[in-house]
C-alpha cells in the first residue's frame, strides 16, 4: 500500500495510493529522532483527490504515541475535502508508522570483510580529488583556490578532461560561504567563455548546482544529503572551511565536520573543501598547514597544499599544487597559470617550475646548500637560510629520514656524502 521512494539518514518520502476513492498521498517525513518522550520527527502531506492537490505544511509528530494514527487522520480531515475510507487511511498511517519504527529503532549489524583485489584509487578529478572521500586544498588567499575548484566543479560536471582527466562525469554542487550567486556566476562566465575559446565546450554546457550557504555545514547538511540524493550529486565542493564550520575550527568543531561530510561520503558522494593556510606557525613560520584543529589534517583521505606565484610585470599568477597527505599512494604536484586579462588558465607542465613553487623543497635545498660548504649546527643554518630554528630542526629530521644528512654531534649536521644531490 504505502511505497518509499527515496531514502534519506533521518527520514523517507512515501507514497499510498487508491484508484477506487481516487486519492494519492505523497509525504515526507525528516528530521526523525529519539528522545525521552519517544520517536518525534516532521511530516509533510500532499494530497491529490481526482487532480485537485492540497498541501498540508510540516507537522510535528510523535510516532510513538498511541493516539499518533488518528491525530493524522483528523489532520486530513480537517484540511482536505476528499472521500474517506477510515480503514484504508488508517492502513496507510500505520505502515508509516511501522516503517519509523523499523529504520529508529533496528540495530545496525555488522557484516563480514570480503576478499577485494589490489586496486587503484578512484579519481572524480585525476589526480586532485578523489571519488567517494574528503578532499582539502588549502593555501593561501589570492592563489586561484576557487577559480580552480570552480573549473574542476564544470569540467566534472560536464565530463571535460580539461586542466586534469575526469574519471567520473556526476552531478556537482557547489556550496558556497565565502561569495554569492552573482560573483560566482561572473566566475562561471569567464570560465565557460575560455573554454568556448578552446573549443573544449560548447552553449550545450551544463553549470554546476549552486547553493549561497549561511548556516554551519553541520546545521545543514541533512538536506544537502537529501538534495544529493534526489540530483543524484556525486560531489559536493565545501567554499570554504572555516566559515563553514561557524568560525569555530577547534577540534569539536572538526570532529562535528567530518562527521558531517561522512553523511555525505556514506552514499558515496565526494566532498572537497577548500581553506586557507593556518595563521598558527605549527612547526614554523615557513612549513603551512590547513587552518585550525589538527583534526582537519587527520581526517581527510588526501590533502593538497596550494602555492602561488605573481609573475613579473604581469597579472598572471603561477600556481603549484603538492600533496602534502594521501592515504592512496604518492602524486606528483600539479602546476597551473592563472591570466585575468583576458582569463585563461591552463596547465603547468615544467616539472621544474612547479617544484619551485614548493617552499618546503625550497627550504630544504636552502639547508643542503649551507651544508654542501661543511657542518654547520642548528644555529648557523637557522641564521644563513633566515629560517626559524624549529622549522630547521623538522627539516633536518625529514632529510635524515631521506638520508640525505646525519648529526654528527649533539647540535652539528652534515650530508651524507660529498655530493650536493640536487
Not at 550557504?213 to 560531489?235: C, H, S, W, Y
Request: net charge negative; with cysteine.
Amino acid at each position: 500500500m504505502v511505497t518509499i521512494l527515496n531514502e534519506y539518514p533521518d527520514g523517507f518520502e512515501f507514497q499510498a495510493v487508491d484508484k477506487e476513492l481516487g486519492v494519492t498521498l505523497l509525504g515526507r517525513v525528516s528530521r526523525l529522532q529519539e528522545k525521552e518522550t519517544g520517536i518525534v520527527g516532521y511530516i509533510q502531506m500532499i494530497v491529490d483527490s481526482f487532480g485537485i492537490q492540497r498541501k498540508i505544511p510540516y507537522c510535528r509528530v510523535l510516532f510513538t504515541s498511541p493516539t499518533y494514527r488518528s491525530t493524522m487522520l483528523e489532520l486530513i480531515k480537517n484540511d482536505v475535502e476528499v472521500q474517506f475510507n477510515n480503514h484504508w487511511w488508517y492502513a496507510v498511517f500505520s505502515e508509516v508508522q511501522a516503517y519509523v519504527l523499523d529504520k529508529i529503532l533496528t540495530p545496525v549489524q555488522p557484516s563480514r570483510l570480503k576478499l577485494v583485489k589490489n586496486i587503484s584509487a578512484d579519481f572524480i578529478y585525476e589526480p586532485i580529488i578523489l571519488s567517494g572521500f574528503s578532499t582539502i586544498w588549502y593555501g593561501p588567499g589570492a592563489v586561484g583556490k576557487s577559480f580552480l575548484a570552480l573549473t574542476a566543479a564544470v569540467c566534472v560536471q560536464n565530463n571535460l578532461s580539461f586542466l586534469n582527466k575526469v574519471n567520473q562525469q556526476c552531478n556537482v554542487l557547489y556550496l558556497d560561504w565565502e561569495t554569492d550567486e552573482i560573483e560566482m556566476g561572473r566566475r562561471l562566465n569567464m570560465i565557460v567563455d575560455h573554454l568556448k575559446f578552446l573549443n573544449i565546450a560548447d552553449s550545450d554546457l551544463i553549470p554546476p548546482l549552486y547553493f549561497r550557504a549561511t548556516r554551519p555545514f553541520q546545521d545543514i547538511v541533512r538536506d544537502i544529503v537529501e538534495g544529493a540524493i534526489k540530483n543524484d550529486v556525486k560531489l559536493v565542493i565545501i567554499d570554504s572551511l572555516g566559515v563553514a564550520c561557524g568560525g569555530a575550527l577547534d577540534p569539536e568543531s572538526a570532529l562535528g565536520f567530518f562527521k558531517a561530510v561522512r553523511m555525505l561520503t556514506e552514499y558515496d558522494v565526494a566532498v572537497l573543501a577548500l581553506t586557507h593556510v593556518s595563521k598558527h606557525e605549527k612547526l614554523g613560520s615557513e612549513i603551512k598547514s590547513p587552518i585550525g584543529s589538527a583534526y582537519f589534517e587527520y581526517y581527510p583521505r588526501m590533502i593538497w597544499e596550494i602555492t602561488g606565484e605573481s609573475l613579473v610585470n604581469s597579472d598572471d599568477i603561477k600556481i603549484g599544487m603538492f600533496c602534502r597527505k594521501s592515504n592512496v599512494g604518492k602524486f606528483d604536484p600539479q602546476g597551473y597559470i592563472l591570466s585575468f586579462n583576458p582569463f585563461q588558465i591552463s596547465k603547468l607542465n615544467d616539472l621544474d617550475s612547479i617544484e619551485a613553487l614548493d617552499t618546503r623543497s625550497t627550504n630544504t635545498n636552502l639547508i643542503k646548500e649551507v651544508l654542501a660548504e661543511g657542518p654547520a649546527t642548528v644555529e648557523e643554518l637557522a641564521k644563513k637560510t633566515g629560517l626559524k630554528r624549529d622549522s630547521v630542526r623538522v627539516l633536518l629530521n625529514r632529510l635524515k629520514v631521506r638520508g640525505e644528512v646525519k648529526k654528527t654531534d649533539s647540535d652539528t649536521w652534515e650530508l651524507e656524502t660529498d655530493e650536493v644531490p640536487f
